[in-house]
Each structure stands twice: as C-alpha cells, then as structure tokens.
C-alpha cells in the first residue's frame, strides 16, 4: 500500500508523486549524473533477482542478469515538477540507496522542531547526530571493521551535529565457490562492484548525501571517489580497502577521536 509501490506498479508514463517520493528522486536522479549512472534508483529487477536477504541466496543465471540488466536504466526518467515521465514504462524503482538517509534527516528534523538538542539517531548503518553529548563534548562513533564480529571498530570519529553513513561489502553478501558477492551491484553488468573496497564511510551534514555518496564512492573506487569526495565542500570520507587498510579524505584526519 506504499507509494513507491504504487508507483512501481503503474503502467502510465506519467505518474504523480507524493513530496517525499519526488525529493528523493529528485536526490537519486542527481547521484545517477555525479556517478556516471553507477548509482542508479531503477535497478530495482537486479536488486530483486539476487534476494540477498533469502536464506539461501544464490548467483542468478547469467541470462536472468541480462535481462534484467536491460530493464535498469535511469535515463528514460525526466522529473517535471511532482510528475515523473517514462521513456520506458516498465522501469521500477529502487530507492534503497537513499531512503534510509532520507527517513534520517526527517527524523532529526522532527526531534529537532520537538525542542530536541543532544540526540544520537541510529539507523543500522547510518548515524545522525543532534548537537553533541548533554556535557558539550562530540558524539564517538566507530567505523565498523569488516567481516570483523558486530562491535568491532576499526577507527572511531568525533562527529557534532553531523551524520556518519557507511556501505560495506560485509552485510548482505554470500560466498559461492570461495567467490564473495555482496548487495552493492553495478547497473551496467549486474554483479557485484568489484573496486577494491570493503567499505566506505562519508561524513556529511545530511544523512541522505552520505547515503548517496557511500555507495557512488564504492562504485567509482578510490582514486576516482576520492576526487569527487574532495571536490565536494564540507563532505569527508574514509576508504577501507580490501585489505583493511584506511585511506582518507582531505580534512578528514580532524574528526579522528584522538
């Protein structure tokens, strides 16, 4: 009963939207042109062909990928206004990339107009900070190591009144024949991005920017993540490599809990 699922199951080719549905769009359809479509909000048949979240998952057929790969493909949408139009009207949306984020900042948005001013929001993945701790000091937040058991830092940050967002390979993923495959999928082949990364972490004044950021940095790998993260003001990021290794942001370095 959703309005993304009503959406998703509408066959006009121009479908109204609610206001939070088009500010999301609104957001997606910017990262899929900052990300060269590597971040794409209509992969909706890729994300549902893998069921990571089956009790047994499994690698597709490489046929099924194919044909879902050719249903995914954010350049036959064009927002106009509260009315999304479709060059292709059986693309589906997949707003998982950036919900989370956006459900974040509403809810800091609430807390805040409620007269709220130390707060901590924790999403699983995404962290939102209100102020900082009742005693005035920065909220500790730990960057969580990789395949390492839940609870396990591999660097802690002191963040005031900002949010943590972090995409990792460790989640949602399963091995077959010793090969990992992980949820974040590249649009253009339909498997799994493989970049050298485990995770990235982005610091951000919004959680839907950090949401959006963590997995078009994973996409594009570190040389290239990282010169969009550094071209981009008041936004930071913390690399993890395949190897566990940290590489940082410019300026990133300043929120290291010392």
């Known amino acids: 009963s959703s309005a993304l699922y009503r959406l998703n199951h509408d066959t006009a080719t121009s479908r109204p939207l ?38 047994s998952p499994a690698v597709p057929e490489e046929t099924t990928i194919r044909d879902a ?36 900042d509403r809810l800091k948005e609430y807390l805040v107009e409620q007269g709220v001013t130390s707060a901590l ?4 993945g995404n962290i939102l900070c209100i102020g900082s701790k009742p005693d005035g000091t920065p909220f500790r937040v730990g960057i969580r190591e990789p395949f390492a058991p839940q609870g396990t830092s591999i660097e802690v940050i002191a963040v005031e009144d900002l949010s943590v ?5 460790y ?26 990364l485990n995770s990235v972490s982005i610091i951000s ?8 950021l963590s997995t078009v940095c994973f ?26 290794e940290l590489v940082y942001s410019e300026g990133m370095e300043a929120f290291v809990a010392k």
Not at 174 to 187: A, G
Request: negative net charge; aromatic residues 10%; glycine residues 10%.
């Open 18 to 55: 609610t206001r939070p549905l088009q500010e999301l769009i609104t957001t997606g359809l910017s990262y899929y042109e900052h990300s060269g479509g590597l971040f794409d909000i209509t992969i909706a048949p890729l994300s549902e062909l893998w069921q990571f979240s089956s009790s």
């Open 121 to 124: 929001i924790d999403l699983g």
């Open 205 to 212: 004044e919004t959680s839907v920017d950090g949401d959006a």
């Open 219 to 244: 996409a594009l790998g570190i040389e290239k993540g990282m010169e969009l993260i550094n071209s981009m003001p008041d936004v930071y990021a913390i690399f993890v490599t395949e190897n566990n």
């Open 171 to 196: 989640e949602r993923c399963f091995t077959e024949n010793d090969v990992l495959y992980h949820h974040l999928l590249d649009p253009k082949t339909g498997y799994p991005f493989r970049t050298g």
């Open 69 to 104: 790969v050719s249903r995914v493909d954010a350049s036959k949408l064009r927002l106009d206004g509260d009315t999304l139009h479709y060059e292709n009207p059986d693309l589906q949306l997949d707003l998982g990339g950036i919900a989370k984020g956006y459900i974040a």
């Open 165 to 169: 967002v972090t995409s990792g390979v």
